[in-house]
């Protein structure tokens, strides 16, 4: 069984669009977390939550919307893409804030 | 604020030979330290973790690291690569206090393995 899953893989779409990106875990854990890695592999922490509560949110746009319905999903919403979104967007758990964290697969987005 | 530097963008080892990748880190306290390693299309996987126990730490798959304070460095090692290590390796700082889960990375180091 996955222990955190993204859905989509892969994400195509164009300038201005809105998209979202799924993250579940079924690991129990009370912390998850989005980042982002840019074409030089470069990973930055985005958001993070624990309980469904925000912890973390680091200097992203306005346009960048996380929603937490329950401990177990994290989603990602992204309003009006721009060209510079194209990245790797990877979801995360962890047991708690200081425990190591469980990483999906990521979600590969590109912008037309 | 805690920062990781790791030194080399690239390493290429022949198979069964030792592998060192280096890393050095800045904190005003006693750092949680990390390596994940990136296989190609997958997502991170923890190989090791020091967080002020021993000093000489043992991971997954034959990695260890050593934690040296006085030179600030936390190095990567495995004594015989195989062709599976090939993968994007990252040096990863835990950020304190109200940021606690905040992972910082370094670089990352794309390690090469020969046959």
């Known amino acids: 069984d996955t222990a955190v899953s993204q859905t989509p893989k892969y994400l195509v779409t164009q300038m201005g669009n809105d998209k979202s990106i799924k993250c579940e875990q079924n690991?129990?854990?009370?912390?998850m977390y989005w980042y982002k890695q840019d074409s030089k592999k470069f990973l930055k922490i985005m958001f993070s939550y624990n309980n469904k509560e925000l912890i973390i949110n680091e200097t992203v746009p306005n346009r960048f919307s996380p929603k937490s319905p329950d401990k177990a999903h994290l989603n990602l919403h992204i309003n009006s893409l721009e060209l510079g979104d194209s990245a790797v967007y990877f979801c995360?758990?962890?047991?708690?804030?200081?425990?190591?964290?469980?990483f999906g697969d990521g979600t590969r987005l590109s912008i037309l | 604020a805690q920062s990781v530097t790791q030194l080399d963008s690239h390493v290429s080892v022949s198979e069964g030979t030792p592998v060192l990748l280096r890393c050095n880190y800045s904190?005003?306290?006693?750092?949680?330290l990390f390596w994940y390693v990136q296989h190609p299309n997958k997502g991170l996987q923890l190989l090791l973790k020091y967080t002020s126990a021993a000093t000489l730490v043992k991971g997954i798959n034959g990695f260890e690291a050593e934690f040296k304070k006085s030179e600030t460095s936390f190095h990567l090692t495995k004594p015989s690569a195989h062709m599976s290590d090939a993968a994007e390796y990252f040096c990863?700082?835990?950020?304190?206090?109200?940021?606690?889960?905040?992972?910082?990375f370094g670089q990352g180091t794309e390690l090469s393995v020969k046959p």
């Open positions: 904190s005003s306290y006693s750092p949680s």
């Open positions: 995360a758990s962890s047991r708690t804030g200081n425990q190591p964290q469980h």
């Open positions: 690991l129990g854990h009370d912390t």
């Open positions: 990863v700082v835990s950020a304190l206090g109200n940021q606690g889960g905040k992972l910082i």
